[in-house]
Every structure is written in structure tokens, then in C-alpha cells.
């Protein structure tokens, strides 16, 4: 483990991400099996937090952007805050959504399709965000996530409603379609990853990348769609499970997106106005924590220590020769082993 590379490849706003949700579905899910009583306002703390993070960032980074202008004619620096406030235009509209959820659980007086009105309106935002940022090679994930699931909001808001009296398994027809979608990708993985690991002209690096990312895939997308199943089948009443059995699958993926932010480079350098990779801005911040940044460990046995303690035996004393046949050992054709070995061996006299 190098915590050097941690420091640099870490991802601190998707780490916020998939942490607030990681709460707050497990106090939804306490919630919802009665083990806690709180409002719904409570259950929805994470969320709040979330979303404070991300206005004071945006705030503090609008201002210093204000107070320099000479920042403005930087041109990288310059596409990074449009998408810093694209991204929090569509975290306004879904905190719009999230106030409006826990106001009509609360109150239960007014329709379900006024409470996702704000889903409504960041889908086509999240279409122009998508377009923006593949014109400026830009990472919008939740933007697409946002985009291709507008007709998933729809049949959900006419499902609560009783527009419509569709099972649950029916109504989640476009999220069964995008996970079909996600299936393909963790099998394009998985037959990669095979293929690599039985070619002798691949790497040893590029085969470990292609097994961890088909890992990667599995454990986050298996665990999702086993959540899916079990949540369509509780709300149709197939099973009588738990809303806590029901969440366990989607807490191991939200675990493993949770570690992978370790490894997941990127993130808005104008969040919080540090124009700067969060983590270099840290260990300036606190100079003490740079002595653990240049750490590596080694988890590997080391034969070298072994030898060490072992007592030492004397050589044997070598006889001295006239001639000295050298011979070289040479791989086979095709494959490439580093330095050919080397044998001597002496000849008596």
C-alpha cells in the first residue's frame, strides 16, 4: 500500500456522495422497521449535509473566483467552474426534491407529481450537461444517471399517485433496461479479464487492471440489481423480508463505490475556492501529515530477513583452476524472462 498514491488519487466529493447515501439509507431503513422513531427531517440529515457541503463550496469558490479576476483567463481553470456550477444547479434542484419528499410524508396533502417536478426539470438540464461535457472531455456522472432516467421518475410519480395500478416489476421497466445495460459492461470485463490473464503478450499490470476493474463491476452492479429484486418484490408483496435484508446487498455496493474513491482521480478544484487537488491542499494545510503520505508498506514475505537469522555456514574453500567453462542458458523463443541466467563451472586441474 503506498499512501502516496492514496493522497493523489483520492476523490473527495464522490467519497461525500456515497458516504451521506451509505447513512442515510441505513437510517431510512431503521426508520422503515421501526427500530427508530425519528421524522423523516431526521432520517434526512446525511442528505442535508450533503447538500451544505456542496452550497458553502460553491459559495466560497464563486467568491474567490469574484475577488481574482485574473483567473478568469485561465482557460482549464475556467471550464471547471462551469461545471462546478452546473453540478450545483442540479444539486439545488434535488435538494428542491428531497425538502418536498419529506414535507409530504410528513403531510401527506398534495400529489406525488409536484414533488418530482424537480426531477422533471433536471433531466433535460442533465441532457445539456451531458452534451457540454463531452465537448470539453468532462466526467458527469451524475448528470447521466439524472438524464437517462426521466421515464423511471414519471411511471414512479403515477405509481404513487394511482394514475396508474401497475405492479412495481412493471412500473421499473426503464431501470430494468439501464441495469441490462450494466450487465453488459460487467461482462465485457470479465471476458477481457479472462482473455488476459491466458495471453502471454499482455502485461502482468495490465492484467491485474482488467481483473480489478471486472471485480470492481461485479460488486458493484450484482449487489444492485439483488437489491432491486428484493425492494420490487417486498413493495408487491411477494416476500415478507425485512427493509433491513432488503438493503444489505445495496450497502455492499455502496461500500465497494466507497472504496473506490481511493483510487478514483479527479474532482472540481474550485470547490471551497483551493484551485488544487483536495489532498495536496490538505497536507499543505497540516505539514505533519506528510510524513504518512511518503510511507509504503509491503505486505510481501521477505525471504532476505529469513536468511538473515539463519547461523552462518562457513564457504568452502574454492580450488584453483586454469580454465573456466562459461556456459549461458537461453530462454525459449517468443518469451522474455529479464537477464538469462548464467552458469560457471570450474575445471580441475
Known sequence: MNLREL??????????????????????????????????????????????????????GTGVWAYNPRYRAEGEMCVEFKAMLIAVGIHVLLLMFEVLVCDRIERGSYFWLLVFMPLFFISPLSVAACVWGFRHDRSLELEIMCSVNILQFIFIALRLDNIISWSWLVVCVPLWILMSFLCLVVLYYIIWSMLFLHSVDVIAEQRRTYVSMAVRWMTIVVPLLIFEVLLVHKLDGYNK??????????????VTLLITTLGQKGGNHWWFGIRKDFCHFLLELLPFLREYGNISYNLQHDDSEAIEEMPAIPEPQKNTSIFQHKEVILPSPGKYFGPPPKLYIDMPD
Open 241 to 254: 423480508l425485512s427493509f433491513v435484508s432488503v438493503f444489505v446487498p445495496l450497502w455492499i455496493s455502496l
Open 7 to 60: 493522497f493523489q488519487d483520492f476523490n473527495p466529493s464522490k467519497f461525500l456522495i456515497y458516504a451521506s447515501l451509505l447513512l442515510f439509507s441505513v437510517l431510512l431503513v431503521l426508520r422503515l422497521d421501526g427500530v427508530i422513531q425519528w421524522s423523516y427531517w431526521a432520517v434526512f440529515t446525511p442528505i442535508w449535509l450533503w447538500k451544505l457541503m456542496v452550497v458553502v463550496g460553491a459559495s466560497v
